[in-house]
């Protein structure tokens, strides 16, 4: 659990700053890196220093997804997105994606969704409900932070149903034990680890798992206060994940 | 997840009447009932019917109690005390007991508890901080049902703890995830599905348990009022469990 | 464990006679039939009653295949292939194929294998090797079942590796704990159990498992023995399964 | 698996000179060295240097010791005695303890052993299918590295049975595939990883775990000569582990 080491853990960008500057010092490095391959992708790879491990260590793995199962992520932004590409390593027969934009649903559909649920109107529970015949999904994954996020997830659980969170809550949430106390249900969290982080290396490698795609904006680090405004106007940028380069500012 | 069967799960006492008579019809006998061993004894083996595996079950497998753990158990009833009695199995370190009652913290100590937590003063989770040096609790079993007592459980986790919920709840409760969201933990529901029966059953007739002794009353089936009297005022009668006979009343 | 039930197990073809009949009496029928699906296509049903559910629950369940593995299957028969579609439900980086024939290696192609071993020369093992740049496998599937093809499934495995024998063996074989006494490795055996089978049936009816391709001939009933003549000349017939119709015999 | 990281792994008395100096110089000091707590019991903890993890990690967990089984343990030297002390964390209803040597199985039932097998006349699996009313064992922990030894173990395996080899082996073993290919049975090997060693610090803390007994002699490291000597006639001087101090010679 690398995550909660008492020296160590969660550092860059939390207890010091973190790594966007031209070079870096990086505590405990001799135990906590990774070798570039040769040949890697760059860009690619930047995805598993935390997007893609956050998404499968959290979600996909704290969800137990199994071949078989039908999988909920509730939000299709980037750390959705990256749960719905590595949650189909394991042989899902149904992903539904659940958001209140259109663009992110339309995205998650060329990544592989096979159920798109637009919860703006208020009734995604009732759409994820009739999508499984009444059964619910068996892992509901946290993809937002907030209490509506949660409580969508909490309500689709079919018996033995696993809820991962990875969203970042601010506030408590209402937990209807008094629904589930009786659904062999579990609830987990988790700040990540990146233990995963070597075995996603050899899938992007092998051309399994392309992360490159969520790549969709590049600034030069002198550019940043531009990529920061377009990051923060993610959904009319259209904007996944953002690449600072070394190139000189254009 | 038998307790989840389409046709079956939870019949007896649930959707049709209970075994308080003579002679009971029991639907799906055939695969769902076990032999009694010949020289079993049998008022013994009534707490494997229900007791033990929800406790067992619901519990101690759901939290998974490993060798060198530290458990908090919060209601020292029937279901906590089968808890804590069976949580042994797996060579925790420490056995918290949390409850309201000192004779029932009394009772625990008798059964294997490592140190008693008396919860009537609104202390508990200040207490189980100092008893586990700041660290809290790798896992937390909440037998009672209530949000005060799930809300200790959930203060007491440690990085990485597990929360077995075994409490029927009527209500909902609040979950802390604006601190939780990071602390890897799970959190579990769960019918009993009695699939442990066998592995109890083994245990008793090894005497490595002995589950007798959760019975302090007995009646004759003719005398359930006074029983149910008895039941009502567990913690002044010093009731844990209650047999009934077929002997006649007295 | 169904396949050891002591009342049930493997009955039908084996205490009994099989059921390559018109009408079949089904043993334990209420407890160890699945209804099909009214839409399903019963040949690729045919594929879920043994021959889907061995090759993965002895083969990929026991091998514990994981995202980002490197499996090897010894033997591109009916089981071997059924072995290599199931597998891909993990999300393996590599499957190699190993076999002495080389029609079979090439529909092992189409079946989704990485790389092709000709083991009919005696290099499978330096093959495999130089496959995986001297790491070995970290699973290794025996679909054949002599001394051979499971030296060669000893050899290829990685540290931390799994042997998940599918073969049935008529003799004993030389175990090198000499070399793997200090290496992590399991090596499993199976009864096929058939409890895969619910999760088999949702991966067919999503689509996502295509059985009906390892139906290679059909036969009528009455022509029976043509196709035992058939499936006992399978390499030359290049035939995988048989399928027996009610059809008069043309 | 730390046994077979790429740098460290097994490298004192393997690749380098061991420790029986009075000062050592650490390889990966950094991230392999565990703090003595400070009231600890040293000679205990010398016990936790090895022989406990190994017997723990490569016997118990490996073998999947579980509440309710039946467990066989071939070998009663330190190994063996010491795998026999930490199964009984998992609650298992009899481990039986198999030995050439009576004097040792004497000790292996002050250990907790309940029920002891004579291995000297050549009847021990008959012992032990007599013992099991035929079923078997469920966990067979090889701890003595013989073809002989590893045969018992192969013999006495339930349905669903384990075989955990902790024993270094020097010559291939024949492994009864033609019997076992349908039992459901793992067979595992594994350089200790004392990745346990935490665990176990906390189970010696407690007093649950008591090393110490395995402790029968001392001898100054001047003395050294003498320690191998006595060691080298451990059955005759009943010599479970030796304990060097820096005191002078006697």
Redesign the interface.
């Known amino acids: 659990?690398y995550?909660?080491c008492r020296t160590g853990g969660w550092i860059l960008g939390n207890t010091i700053d973190g790594t966007q500057a031209e070079y870096v010092r990086t505590p405990h490095a001799?135990?906590s890196l990774y070798h570039l391959p040769p040949d890697a992708d760059e860009e690619a790879l930047v995805m598993l220093s935390d997007i893609l491990p956050t998404a499968f260590e959290c979600g996909v793995l704290?969800g137990k997804v199994?071949?078989?199962d039908t999988v909920a992520i509730v939000g299709a932004g980037p750390i959705g997105l990256a749960a719905l590409l590595?949650a189909?390593?394991?042989?899902p027969?149904?992903i539904l994606m659940i958001d209140v934009d259109a663009n992110r649903l339309r995205v998650a559909e060329q990544f592989g969704a096979t159920a798109l649920v637009d919860s703006s109107g208020g009734t995604a529970v009732d759409q994820v409900m009739a999508l499984t015949s009444g059964a619910g999904v068996d892992v509901a994954i946290e993809a937002v932070?907030l209490p509506a996020t949660?409580d969508i997830c909490q309500s689709i659980l079919a018996?033995?149903g696993r809820l991962a969170?990875i969203?970042?809550?601010?506030?408590?949430?209402?937990?209807?034990?008094?629904k589930?106390?009786?659904?062999?249900?579990?609830?987990?969290?988790?700040?990540v680890?990146t233990a995963a982080i070597?075995?996603?290396l050899?899938?992007v490698?092998?051309g399994?798992l392309q992360p490159a795609k969520l790549v969709t904006h590049r600034f030069a680090l002198g550019d940043i206060m531009n990529a920061y405004d377009t990051f923060s106007n993610a959904a009319k940028e259209r904007a996944l994940k953002v690449i600072l380069t070394n190139a000189k500012p254009q």
């Open positions: 659990m995550s909660h001799d135990t704290n199994q071949p078989g590595t189909q390593f394991y042989g027969v149904a932070g949660f018996a033995g969170n969203g970042v809550h601010g506030t408590p949430v209402q937990l209807h034990l008094e589930l106390w009786d659904r062999n249900v579990a609830i987990t969290t988790r700040l680890d070597p075995m996603l050899r899938l490698q092998s399994k």
